[in-house]
């Protein structure tokens, strides 16, 4: 019998939320020296995580004209040999692109580009009153309201405003201006069946500035224990990575195990299956169109590893 482990999402210092945002200036979301800690849950996994990223803004491009940032990460990995458990810790020696966004400072919308379809979703929108619509992107996700709207303070004692929501679990979501939502900095609020997204950690020059308290059998998982990129442990190796290199995908999987490789559009659609084997394999993607993927990686013995790449 599966018994879905449960995971309780609090808001830390909800005495220093108040009802009120007068007075306070704009918190620029596209900035260097920022770093989030973003931690995949499957459920069904031994310790309910499937994998992870320390995101941070690496590089400028110009598409069509128009000045982006590229966000970039490091993949979080597990000390141990086994399943995906505590304690963890970020590998530097693996670093892929996550997102390109572009931040209008004047309206407060962060934008995430699709290269599939050339064109810029709303992702954020700071700024926002009780009432309004939350996080649309072009449709591709549920259109939440914005129940309430306060401000936060964070762990250095400044503060940002927040913007609440209900999920469509009836769950507690949020935007916290500067700094991203709930689920991270690159992916709107959403709900998967067995796994979840969530931003356990947010840390400006190594110094942690908010950190959540998601709980696993009572035990915070508040920043993972990485405190700040100097504790980074930069000899590690993913058990399993993926990236996309000239058109080829280049897949090091470590596990000692086979397994399935399944990669699928953002929109849900299946793109490529294959059989992986030990070591290191790779894969032509050519035929597939420029886009951000969801990969999902099943070895034999269904140990899990997801996550997403972009293809240009």
Do not use: H, M
């Given at each position: 019998m599966k018994t879905k482990m449960t995971f309780v999402l609090i808001i830390i210092n909800l005495a220093g939320i108040v009802n009120s945002c007068q007075g306070q200036s704009y918190h620029k979301f596209i900035e260097q020296g920022k770093y989030w800690e973003v931690i995949h849950m499957y459920y069904p996994n031994i310790c309910g995580m499937s994998g992870g990223e320390r995101s941070f803004f690496d590089r400028d491009t110009i598409i069509s004209?128009?000045?982006?940032?590229?966000?970039?990460?490091?993949?979080?990995?597990?000390?141990?040999?086994?399943?995906?458990?505590?304690?963890?810790?970020?590998?530097?020696?693996?670093?892929?692109?996550?997102?390109?966004?572009?931040?209008?400072?004047?309206?407060?919308?962060?934008?995430?580009h699709d290269l599939s379809s050339i064109t810029d979703n709303l992702l954020f929108e700071f700024g926002l009153n009780v009432g309004d619509t939350l996080s649309t992107y072009q449709g591709l996700a549920p259109k939440y309201i914005v129940d309430s709207v306060g401000v936060i303070t964070l762990l250095d004692g400044t503060t940002r405003p927040v913007y609440f929501t209900t999920g469509n679990q009836n769950q507690l979501e949020f935007v916290i201006e500067?700094?991203?939502?709930?689920?991270?900095?690159?992916?709107?609020?959403?709900?998967?069946?067995?796994?979840?997204?969530?931003?356990?950690?947010?840390?400006?020059?190594?110094?942690?500035?908010?950190?959540?308290?998601?709980?696993?059998?009572?035990?915070?998982?508040?920043?993972?224990?990485?405190?700040?990129?100097?504790?980074?442990?930069?000899?590690?190796?993913?058990?399993?990575?993926?990236?996309?290199?000239?058109?080829?995908?280049?897949?090091?999987?470590?596990?000692?195990?086979?397994?399935?490789?399944?990669?699928?559009?953002?929109?849900?659609?299946?793109?490529?299956?294959?059989?992986?084997?030990?070591?290191?394999?790779?894969?032509?993607?050519?035929?597939?169109?420029?886009?951000?993927?969801?990969?999902?990686?099943?070895?034999?013995?269904?140990?899990?590893?997801?996550?997403?790449?972009?293809?240009?």
């Open positions: 004209g128009v000045n982006y940032s590229i966000l970039s990460a490091y993949p979080i990995v597990n000390v141990n040999p086994g399943p995906f458990c505590p304690p963890l810790a970020v590998d530097t020696s693996i670093k892929f692109d996550i997102a390109i966004l572009r931040e209008d400072t004047i309206s407060k919308r962060i934008y995430k500067g700094i991203g939502g709930s689920r991270g900095p690159y992916d709107v609020i959403e709900i998967a069946l067995d796994g979840e997204d969530f931003l356990t950690c947010y840390s400006e020059s190594g110094i942690n500035i908010w950190g959540n308290n998601l709980l696993y059998g009572g035990t915070s998982l508040n920043c993972l224990g990485l405190v700040g990129i100097n504790d980074d442990i930069k000899n590690t190796t993913a058990l399993f990575n993926i990236s996309n290199i000239n058109g080829c995908l280049f897949i090091r999987n470590l596990t000692n195990e086979n397994g399935q490789l399944c990669l699928n559009e953002i929109s849900g659609k299946s793109a490529l299956e294959e059989r992986i084997y030990k070591s290191e394999s790779n894969i032509n993607v050519n035929t597939l169109s420029p886009g951000i993927y969801v990969y999902n990686f099943t070895t034999d013995s269904k140990l899990r590893f997801t996550g997403k790449l972009i293809l240009y």
